[in-house]
């Protein structure tokens, strides 16, 4: 790292801390394909409120064409630099924040995605459950929202083991009330879909769990009135994983900025981070570290777990109606895309 780049890191490290680094442009990005699969317009009735793991079978899509968008055979021209598809990413963008829409942790909408990434990992050949849990009333930013249930989607490679070494990378799948969540985080959501489909054909160094939690956002200002799903996850851990589990790492808002942010909370010992960032400098893919405490790895580093969060760069349209597929940049897919999959395969 150059000591320009390194003056700039630590600069943006102190704004991350507070408001987020906020000088970071997108970069221009050529345009992705138009979505190639449209999302199920059946009018089954949807899933009870208590959340699928009630019933699994009840979350399966009502038809093959419920799922997210199919992975082009090949992307477009400069779109597969290290195996990840910037392109499938922001199909998935697009279908989420565009066609699902907001996401509120406990709603109609939030199911819908939910049933579609648990079939969309299915088909990848993952052995998928739902952890349902229970979300209480509050605030969501803004917008009074009642009690309910939520879930996590959780995916785990065909014949893991729990007491083996292993990985787990999450994304939150909800929105506040009012967003449709591209950046925030059908972006992270999307990223994770595409390192599935690539742990689904290669071997990672470890076996990686991949998590789409339920009710990350808050309801309420206090600690235990947000990341719902990921507390939810980690209180509920059986002992083997609690013994095995080498790294969480959260994709949250990996779609905004020109840089990838590498961030941990203020009782990590910065190992998986300065891993990460080692491997960022490898493969040539601009990152710098932040801290911050403000999504799903919070959960598992108050636990003793690692931790790294990738994401976090500020945006203008941040948990409003504003926060549409336009806000996110397939560059920035790609470079967090890459960096993780370099990651998790070194
Ligand atoms: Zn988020």
Redesign the pocket.
């Known amino acids: 790292m150059s000591d320009l780049r390194l003056r700039a890191s630590v600069a943006c490290l102190a704004l991350l801390v507070t408001v987020g680094c906020t000088n970071e442009q997108s970069a221009s990005a050529p345009q992705s394909p138009s979505p190639s699969a449209s999302l199920s317009t059946s009018t089954s009735t949807p899933s009870p409120a208590s959340g699928p793991s009630s019933s699994p079978t009840a979350a399966s899509p009502a038809s093959p064409t419920a799922s997210l968008g199919r992975t082009p055979a090949t992307g477009p021209p400069g779109d597969n630099r290290g195996g990840f598809e910037a392109g499938a990413a922001m199909t998935d963008v697009r279908l989420l924040a565009g066609e699902i829409g907001p996401r509120l942790a406990t709603g109609p909408a939030f199911r819908r995605a939910g049933r579609s990434v648990g079939s969309r990992l299915r088909g990848l050949g993952y052995r998928v459950s739902f952890q349902s849990f229970p979300v209480p009333a509050g605030d969501s930013w803004g917008v009074p929202v009642g009690a309910g249930r939520s879930f996590n989607v959780v995916a785990v490679p065909p014949g893991f083991d729990p007491a083996q070494p292993h990985r787990l990378v999450g994304a939150?799948l909800d929105t506040v009330a009012v967003a449709p969540g591209a950046e925030?985080?059908a972006s992270g959501v999307a990223v994770l879909l595409g390192l599935a489909r690539l742990a689904s054909r290669q071997d990672t160094a470890l076996p990686t769990v991949l998590v789409a939690f339920g009710a990350?956002?808050p309801r309420g200002p206090a600690d235990d009135q947000h990341h719902y799903g990921s507390r939810h996850y980690v209180a509920t851990m059986p002992a083997p994983a609690t013994r095995s589990l080498r790294a969480m790492a959260s994709l949250?808002?990996v779609g905004v900025g020109g840089v990838v942010p590498v961030c941990t909370g203020p009782l990590d010992d910065g190992s998986v981070q300065q891993a990460v960032l080692r491997v960022a400098r490898r493969i040539d893919v601009p990152a710098q570290p932040c801290e911050n405490t403000a999504?799903d790895h919070w959960s598992f580093e108050k636990a003793g777990f690692p931790v790294v969060r990738f994401g976090s760069t500020s945006y203008a349209a941040y948990h409003s109606a504003g926060d549409v597929p336009a806000v996110v940049s397939p560059a920035q897919l790609a470079r967090t895309g890459r960096l993780v999959w370099a990651w998790l395969r070194g």
Request: charged share 60%; proline share 0%.
């Open positions: 939150h925030d985080n990350e956002e949250d808002r999504s």
